[in-house]
């Protein structure tokens, strides 16, 4: 974890926050910016929702808290580049900063539906029209980015529309005012979807038909062909390759940890905890599994009964793993979820900027020994 003083400097430096805390205790929140941290002046701060409306609006966070009705969602909040050092380590190098198991959090979040805010407005389109794609692109102008002058991001209209979705703009988490470094004071929350969509300090939202043409919609955030092994080679699958959106299914050991020494119980067994997440609308988790043998048998883990019918939450889960004593031991798990989606293989498919990785969850390097 970063230290209280360091993180005050790097809420008030020039650079990006990035810091993600330590898988094995899984704390629930984490920091990915792609810029400084704006701090913003709740009374000053309006959103405008334009493009495709009738009625284009000027809402400030108090109309958004007093004129809406207010939702609140339980949901996972996942950084697309999650779990890729284990894409970088037992794979082939990649392009990113070097996230491991815990690039994500589970919070309670409460705000104004973004299908209510847009349906004030008034859409001056057809949404049923099946020739016509449109699309929701949301932007903070707070602060300059890395890599673009404003962070702007884009998803499908129907994904801010469909009421089953609970997608909202956020004005609080776990009950408390959003914090700078998490977007205060509203940020996009789109359940199921990977974070990179979920713009903090929003200020804009643009109804259009076409995708978002920022930088970080058209030229990141999206799963390469492997044929794109390096910056030059990825330029002509940039505009041909879909961006991400559905979080894909996941699952992460916390406990142990890689490298630890652990000792047996009496019954000959390893406790084993960890993480899993369902994929996009297709939740909630169902079952985890673990396995000692590289694959060969699995066992199953008990999920936590507080997240067993929370659709877009997270699964906390438990398991009792029996492990021969000796060096270099490993164990995998493996999620389902509601929609069957299942992580099916020991690795996902390598791409060049490391994102949506979803291979088995590992921890390696264990040595067991009898208690």
Same mark, same amino acid.
């Given at each position: 974890? =970063? ?31 792609? +810029?400084?941290? @704006? ?8 959103? %405008?929702?334009? /493009? ?28 697309? /580049? ?13 392009? +990113? ?5 815990? #690039? ?7 705000? @104004?539906?973004? %299908? ?20 929701? #692109? ?10 673009? $002058?404003?962070? $702007? ?34 940020? !996009? !929350?789109?359940?199921?979807?990977? +974070? ?14 076409? $995708? ?18 390096? &910056? ?8 041909? =390759?879909? @961006? ?11 406990? @142990?940890?890689?490298? $630890? =020494?652990? &000792? ?18 297709? +939740? ?16 199953? #883990? ?12 997270? #699964? ?9 004593? /000796? ?33 088995? /969850? ?10």
């Amino acid at each position: 974890m =970063t230290s209280p003083e360091s993180t005050k400097k790097a809420e008030s430096s020039d650079q990006p926050l990035n810091r993600e805390p330590s898988a094995k205790v899984l704390v629930d929140h984490y920091d990915r910016n792609h +810029g400084p941290i @704006p701090h913003i002046n709740n009374e000053g701060h309006f959103i %405008r929702v334009g /493009g495709l409306v009738k009625n284009p609006l000027l809402l400030s966070v108090n109309q958004l808290r007093s004129e809406f009705t207010q939702h609140e969602v339980t949901c996972a909040l996942e950084c697309a /580049g999650n779990r890729r050092h284990t894409m970088r380590t037992l794979i082939k190098e990649v392009q +990113g900063i070097d996230w491991g198991d815990a #690039a994500i959090m589970n919070c309670k979040w409460k705000g @104004p539906r973004l %299908r209510d805010v847009i349906l004030h407005a008034g859409l001056r389109v057809d949404v049923t029209d099946p020739t016509r794609e449109f699309h929701v #692109a949301f932007a903070s102008y707070q602060a300059k980015c890395q890599e673009e $002058e404003w962070f $702007e991001a884009s998803v499908p209209l129907g994904m801010c529309l469909e009421i089953e979705r609970d997608a909202i703009l956020a004005l609080e988490v776990n009950d408390t005012t959003l914090e700078s470094n998490h977007g205060y004071p509203v940020r !996009v !929350v789109l359940p199921g979807i990977v +974070g990179v969509r979920w713009v903090k300090w929003l200020d804009h939202i643009i109804i259009q038909d076409h $995708e978002s043409r920022n930088i970080y919609q058209q030229r990141d955030y999206k799963v390469l062909p492997p044929a794109a092994v390096d &910056t030059e080679s990825a330029k002509k699958y940039w505009e041909e =390759t879909p @961006p991400m959106y559905d979080i894909p299914i996941n699952s992460a050991i916390a406990v @142990p940890a890689d490298g $630890e =020494t652990v &000792t047996l119980s009496s019954t000959g067994t390893v406790q084993v905890k960890g993480y899993a997440i369902p994929q996009g609308v297709s +939740g909630p988790v169902t079952r985890v599994q673990v396995s000692g043998d590289g694959g060969d048998s699995w066992v199953d #883990a008990q999920l936590n009964d507080s997240e067993k019918s929370m659709k877009w939450s997270w #699964a906390l889960w438990t398991a009792n793993l029996k492990l021969p004593p /000796g060096v270099q031991r490993e164990i995998l798990s493996c999620a389902t979820d509601a929609g069957l989606n299942s992580q099916e293989c020991e690795h996902s498919q390598w791409n060049l900027r490391g994102v949506g990785y979803s291979g088995y /969850g590992r921890v390696r390097d264990l040595t067991v020994v009898e208690g």
